[in-house]
C-alpha cells in the first residue's frame, strides 16, 4: 500500500510538472517570443516542451476555481517567472481528501475533466465546428489554377479568394487556432472571447476598418495619402498564412495594417531577410520581427499565389496598362504560338480565367484573346503603338474594322498586348477557313462589298486622324525635317495642360497587307478588321520625303512602287497601293479558290533587284527609261493580265467590273511627279470610301450581279 501511494504522489507531481511547463510557455506566448517556430509547433502536433519534466526546487499555492473544487491550493514551480495572470491555473480537485504538507493531489478524472473543458468544443461558442471537415488551407490549394506560361507554378483565381475566405470560415479558422495552442501547451486558461474573433473576422474580410490609433506610423507613413481611403481587407494576407501554416500570425498584421493593398511585399535593402511595403523608405515591417527567415521568404515566394493580375476594359474606360514584377503569374489558363514569328512581335493564342478577365463586348468566346509581345527593346516605340491604338479604342475614334486594344502590360522588360482573339487573318480566311469558291455567290458578293467599303473607310480614319494637342501619336521622324530644332520641338505634343484644341493629323498604316486584316465570325459570315500598327507614322504633313528617313518598313509583296525610287514622298497614298493590291487578290479568291490566289502569286514572281535580288511577288516592276535612262515603275504585265481575265469572265457581274476598274484606274497607278497630270494620282481614302460605297448600295440590287 506505501509503495501504491507513492507512485500516485509521484504521478501527482508529474502532472503538475507539465502544468508548470506550459505556465511557462504561456509566459513566453504572452512576452511575444515565437513559440510557433519552436519544435512540434505547426498545427496538431504536440510541443516537445509540454511533455519534459523539470524537477520542482520550490513550491508555491495555486487557486483552484471554484467549479473545481472550490477555494483549493496545489504547489507548483514558478519556472522562469510565469505571468501572475496565470496564477489561477486549474490543477485538479483535491484527491480522496488527502493533503501531503501544503500539497493537494489531483485524480486523474477529475484531471481529464479539466482537460476536456480546456480542449472542448466549447470554445468556438455557437459556431458549428467539427474537426473531420476540410480545412481552409486544403480548399485554397484544391482550387488552385495552373499557369499556362509558367508551368509549375499555381495561382489562386481572385473569385475563389472571396468564396472561400468568408466571416464564418475565418472565425472557424481563427477558433481552431486558438483551440490548436490550447492542445499544444496542454494548459487551461480563460477562453478568448468569441466577440474579439467575430471582430477580428469582419476585419479581414474588409467589413470594418482598424483604428488610426493603432497604427505605427513609422512603418505605414509612406503607404497611403491621409486623403485618399481605401478599403483595407485582408483574405489575401491570411490565405497566404493559410498557405504557410501560420494562420494565427494574422493579428500581427491587423496590429501593424499591413493589408491587401500593400502586397507585394518586397525585400528590405538594408536586410533581405526582412520584407517591406513597395516604394518603402528602406523600413523593415514589425510584423515580421520574430519570423525566421525560411518562413520569411515561404511567405514572400506564397504571396505571388494570390496575386494573379485582372485585366479589365468597362464600357466607356480607358485601356489599362499593368506593370507586373518579374514574380507575378499571368492568369493564363491556355497559352501557345499562334502564327510563326514576326518581324516586330509574337502573338499566342491565350486563355485567361474568367475571374481575371473583365472586357465590354469584346469579340471573341470563351475567354480567349491574342497576346501579342513585342520585341522592340525601346520603350517608346511601345508607348508610341500603345497611344496609338488607345485612340483606336476610344469612343471617339473607334471603328468597327480597326482592331480593339483590351488591355497592356510590361514585365521583366518585355511589353505584350492584349486583342479580341480572331479565327484566321484574311490570308488564312482563304487558304483554311474557305478554301474554295463561295457557294451562294449572292450573299458572297454583297458581304465582300461591306467588308471592301468598311476597310476603306476604317484607312481613312487612319489617314485623316482628328486629335487634341498633347495626343503624343507624332513619331520624332515623322515631324517635318526641314525645320528648326525648336521648330520641331514646338511641334511635338505638349504636356501642358492648358486647353486642348483640335487639330489634324496625317496617319500612315505602313503595312497594309491580308496577313493584318483579321477576321471575326460574327454569327454570319464575320466582319474584317485592320490591326498591326506597330510601324504606322503620323505627321502634320501630307506628305514628307521618303528617302530621308533613315528606314521604312514595308512588306515586300504590297509595297508601293515610290519605295524604290528616289525623291518620291512618303505619304498615305502607299496604304492605297496596297490595299489595291489586297482587293484583287480577294477577288480574284472570289472567282476562283486559295489556288487561283496562289497562282496568282506565282504569275507576279521575279528577281527582284531592290529586295536584295531575291524573288518577290510584287504587283509593280522597275525598269530603265530608254531615252533617260532614269528608273521609272510600271504595273507588272501579269497584274494587268489577271484584271482582263476576270473582267473577261462570263459570271463577272456588274459590280465587279466596276470594282476592278476603280482597282486599275484609282488604286494600282504609279504616281508621277506632276501633281496637275491627270490620271497619275491614286485616289485618297475618303474618295475610295465613297465610290465603294456607290458600288455596295449597288450591289443590294439583284440585277446588279447578273
Not at 484 to 494: C, G, H, L, N, Y
Request: glycine share 6%.
Amino acid at each position: 500500500m506505501q509503495q501504491l501511494k507513492r507512485t500516485s504522489d509521484r504521478n501527482v507531481v508529474d502532472r503538475n510538472t507539465q502544468l508548470t511547463d506550459a505556465i511557462h510557455e504561456l509566459s513566453l506566448t504572452e512576452r511575444g517570443d515565437d513559440l510557433s517556430e519552436l519544435p512540434g509547433a505547426r498545427f496538431g502536433e504536440p510541443s516537445s516542451g509540454s511533455q519534459s519534466a523539470m524537477p520542482i526546487t520550490h513550491r508555491s499555492k495555486v487557486d483552484i476555481p471554484p467549479a473545481h473544487g472550490g477555494s483549493q491550493h496545489v504547489q507548483t514551480a514558478p519556472r522562469a517567472a510565469a505571468s501572475s495572470q496565470y496564477a489561477s491555473v486549474v490543477t485538479g480537485p483535491q484527491l480522496n481528501g488527502h493533503e501531503s504538507g501544503e500539497t493537494k493531489n489531483v485524480d486523474s478524472g477529475a484531471l481529464m475533466n479539466i482537460r476536456r473543458r480546456r480542449t472542448g468544443s466549447w470554445l468556438l461558442g455557437n459556431l458549428s465546428y467539427d474537426d473531420s471537415q476540410e480545412r481552409l488551407q486544403d480548399k485554397l490549394v484544391r482550387v488552385m489554377e495552373q499557369s499556362s506560361v509558367d508551368r509549375h507554378r499555381k495561382f489562386i483565381p481572385e473569385g475563389q479568394l472571396s468564396k472561400l475566405i468568408t466571416r464564418t470560415t475565418v472565425e472557424l479558422e481563427l477558433a481552431r487556432c486558438e483551440q490548436s495552442l490550447r492542445k499544444r501547451l496542454q494548459i487551461w486558461r480563460p477562453p478568448t472571447d468569441m466577440r474579439d474573433i467575430q471582430k477580428e473576422a469582419r476585419i479581414i474580410c474588409g467589413d470594418i476598418d482598424r483604428s488610426r490609433s493603432t497604427l505605427d506610423t513609422e512603418n505605414y507613413k509612406h503607404a497611403r495619402n491621409d486623403h485618399r481611403e481605401m478599403r483595407r481587407e485582408y483574405r489575401k494576407i491570411f490565405a497566404i498564412l493559410l498557405l504557410i501554416d501560420r494562420p494565427s500570425r494574422i493579428r500581427s498584421f491587423l496590429e501593424t495594417e499591413v493589408c491587401d493593398n500593400d502586397l507585394p511585399l518586397v525585400k528590405a535593402s538594408r536586410d533581405p531577410s526582412k520584407l517591406e511595403r513597395t516604394n518603402a523608405s528602406d523600413t523593415p515591417l514589425r510584423c515580421f520581427q520574430k519570423w525566421r527567415s525560411s518562413t520569411i521568404a515561404r511567405f514572400e515566394e506564397q504571396q505571388w499565389t494570390v496575386l494573379a493580375p485582372i485585366f479589365k476594359r468597362l464600357d466607356g474606360e480607358h485601356v489599362v496598362h499593368c506593370e507586373l514584377q518579374r514574380g507575378r503569374m499571368l492568369p493564363f489558363t491556355s497559352w501557345e504560338k499562334a502564327a510563326p514569328r514576326g518581324g516586330f512581335g509574337q502573338v499566342y493564342k491565350a486563355k485567361i480565367h474568367p475571374e481575371h478577365c473583365f472586357f465590354h463586348d469584346a469579340e471573341g468566346s470563351n475567354q480567349v484573346f491574342a497576346v501579342k509581345e513585342l520585341f522592340t527593346v525601346e520603350k517608346e516605340d511601345f508607348r508610341r503603338e500603345v497611344r496609338i491604338l488607345k485612340s483606336l479604342s476610344s469612343d471617339r475614334h473607334a471603328h468597327a474594322h480597326l482592331i480593339t486594344l483590351l488591355a497592356t502590360y510590361e514585365q521583366s522588360g518585355n511589353y505584350s498586348l492584349i486583342f479580341p482573339w480572331a479565327e484566321a487573318d484574311l490570308l488564312g480566311y482563304w487558304k483554311n477557313i474557305h478554301p474554295t469558291a463561295p457557294k451562294n455567290r449572292d450573299a458572297a458578293a454583297l458581304w465582300l462589298a461591306e467588308q471592301c467599303q468598311g476597310l476603306a473607310d476604317g484607312l481613312y480614319k487612319i489617314h485623316h486622324w482628328e486629335t487634341f494637342s498633347g495626343s503624343g501619336l507624332l513619331h520624332p521622324d515623322s515631324l517635318p525635317i526641314n525645320k528648326s530644332k525648336e521648330v520641331r520641338a514646338s511641334m511635338r505634343p505638349s504636356k501642358s495642360t492648358s486647353t486642348e484644341t483640335l487639330r489634324q493629323l496625317f496617319g500612315r498604316h505602313g503595312d497594309i497587307k491580308p496577313n493584318n486584316i483579321l477576321w471575326f465570325p460574327d454569327g454570319g459570315r464575320g466582319v474584317l478588321k485592320i490591326t498591326d500598327f506597330g510601324i504606322a507614322h503620323f505627321s502634320t504633313k501630307g506628305s514628307v520625303p521618303a528617302q530621308s528617313r533613315s528606314w521604312v518598313a514595308n512588306s515586300p509583296s504590297y509595297r508601293a512602287p515610290e519605295r524604290d525610287l528616289p525623291d518620291w514622298m512618303l505619304s498615305p497614298s502607299w496604304d492605297i497601293w496596297a490595299l489595291g493590291c489586297v482587293y484583287l487578290e480577294f477577288i480574284t479568291w472570289f472567282f476562283g479558290s486559295w489556288e487561283a490566289v496562289v497562282d496568282f502569286a506565282h504569275r507576279r514572281e521575279a528577281v527582284d533587284p531592290y529586295y536584295h535580288s531575291f524573288w518577290t511577288d510584287t504587283f509593280f516592276a522597275i525598269e530603265n527609261d530608254k531615252r533617260s535612262g532614269v528608273p521609272r515603275a510600271k504595273v507588272k504585265d501579269s497584274v494587268t493580265q489577271m484584271m482582263s481575265d476576270l473582267r473577261s469572265k462570263r459570271n463577272c457581274t456588274e459590280f465587279f467590273r466596276e470594282f476592278l476598274v476603280l482597282i486599275q484606274r484609282d488604286m494600282l497607278i504609279v504616281e508621277q511627279n506632276n501633281e496637275n497630270e491627270a490620271g497619275t494620282r491614286r485616289k485618297c481614302s475618303h474618295k475610295i470610301t465613297v465610290e465603294l460605297s456607290s458600288i455596295e448600295q449597288k450591289s443590294r440590287i439583284p440585277l446588279y450581279f447578273l
